[in-house]
């Protein structure tokens, strides 16, 4: 199963983008990337996910580069209610057809101040 | 609408105890997942159910663990002979039918528990 690797926490400034890394240099070209984000005590959120192309959505944008070998989640305006740990998942397809999500153990990022 | 649901919310047990832990997914999910996240850890994938396709077990980390799922609702994440290492949160997730690109999981609150 192809997994991921991210740096265990990062700091970030209130209102600067938030860049968080992500390696994934084992992915197959049919699996997917996806980001959540735990805030203390809650379940994990789903974020944005993608294939090959750049993603955007209202929460953040997603960059992988062309070899897919890595990817990057930016938060274009960080809150402190961003402060969560965040998880970049690959999602495999088992020989069976189903899916999985191979989770990392995240980045825990804290917006300060 | 309403989310997923796990109960209990919390749950301390003795070493050697048999649990059981529910998980009412949102109506209409057909593939539902369990997961454990130890304390200060990410989460460890445990079990998968996908409509009527065998479940992929591949998580499960001993013979201890077991899941059902009835049709496509309620499952049961059982875990028999209890230890001080099975000591976790136990995440819920459902997601739409899969087969898409799109199949975003959708996490209930989790059932922590505690072995003493």
């Known amino acids: 199963d192809a997994k991921t690797t991210q740096p265990p926490s990062m700091d970030c400034a209130e209102g600067r983008a938030a860049n968080l890394p992500c390696n994934h240099s084992?992915?197959?070209?049919?699996?997917?990337v996806y980001w959540y984000r735990q805030i203390h005590s809650q379940g994990p959120q789903y974020i944005i996910h993608?294939?090959?192309n750049n993603e955007t959505n209202e929460m953040a944008s997603l960059i992988i580069t062309e070899d897919r070998k890595s990817s990057t989640l930016i938060l274009p305006h960080a809150t402190l209610r961003d402060t969560a740990v965040y998880y970049c998942?690959?999602?495999?397809?088992?020989?069976?057809?189903?899916?999985?999500?191979?989770f990392g153990t995240g980045t825990r990022l804290k917006v300060l101040a | 609408g309403a989310g997923v649901s796990q109960s209990p919310s919390n749950k301390v047990t003795e070493k050697g105890k048999d649990v059981e832990l529910r998980c009412d997914p949102i109506?209409?999910?057909?593939?539902l997942y369990w997961y454990r996240q130890r304390l200060g850890q990410g989460l460890e994938f445990l079990i998968y159910?996908?409509?009527?396709?065998?479940?992929?077990k591949s998580g499960l980390p001993s013979d201890r663990f077991s899941a059902e799922r009835t049709g496509e609702s309620v499952s049961t994440l059982t875990i028999q002979r209890t230890q001080q290492e099975d000591s976790a949160v136990y995440l819920c997730?459902?997601?739409?039918?899969?087969?898409?690109?799109?199949?975003?999981?959708?996490f209930g609150p989790g059932t922590r528990l505690t072995v003493l």
């Open positions: 997730a459902s997601s739409p039918l899969g087969g898409t690109s799109y199949n975003e999981q959708f």
């Open positions: 998942i690959v999602r495999v397809v088992s020989t069976s057809g189903t899916y999985k999500y191979i």
């Open positions: 993608g294939l090959k």
């Open positions: 109506s209409g999910h057909t593939a």
């Open positions: 159910f996908q409509g009527n396709s065998a479940p992929d």
């Open positions: 084992t992915i197959s070209g049919n699996e997917y």
